[in-house]
C-alpha cells in the first residue's frame, strides 16, 4: 500500500489514564467498513499505550480518562466528577 496520507499516521500513539474503574477502549478497524477489533478495560489509575497502525484507524474511550496524544490532554467522560 502506498498511500502517503496512511503512512503519516502511522506510528502516532496515544496514551490513557483511568481516572476511574471500567474504563473501556475499543480499537475500530481502517478500511472500507468500520469494525471493532480489539477492546481493554482499565482500572483507576491503570496507563495503556495505544499505537494507530494499518488496522487500526480510531479509538474509542468510554469513561472518565486522560488522554495524551500529540497534540495535548484531553479528558474524556463526565468532567464534573473529575477533580
Not at 25 to 41: A, M, V, W, Y
Not at 44 to 69: C, D, H, L, P
Request: aromatic share 8%; charged share 25%; with cysteine.
Amino acid at each position: 500500500m502506498e498511500d502517503a496520507s496512511l503512512y503519516s499516521t502511522l506510528g502516532d500513539y496515544i496514551v490513557v489514564q483511568a481516572l476511574e474503574n471500567g474504563v473501556t477502549i475499543i480499537g475500530l478497524t481502517r478500511g472500507k467498513d468500520t469494525r471493532f477489533h480489539h477492546t481493554e478495560k482499565l482500572d483507576k489509575g491503570e496507563i495503556y499505550i495505544a499505537q494507530f497502525t494499518e488496522v487500526t484507524s480510531a479509538m474509542k474511550v468510554r469513561g472518565n480518562a486522560r488522554i495524551y496524544t500529540k497534540f495535548g490532554c484531553i479528558i474524556s467522560g463526565n468532567v464534573e466528577e473529575i477533580e
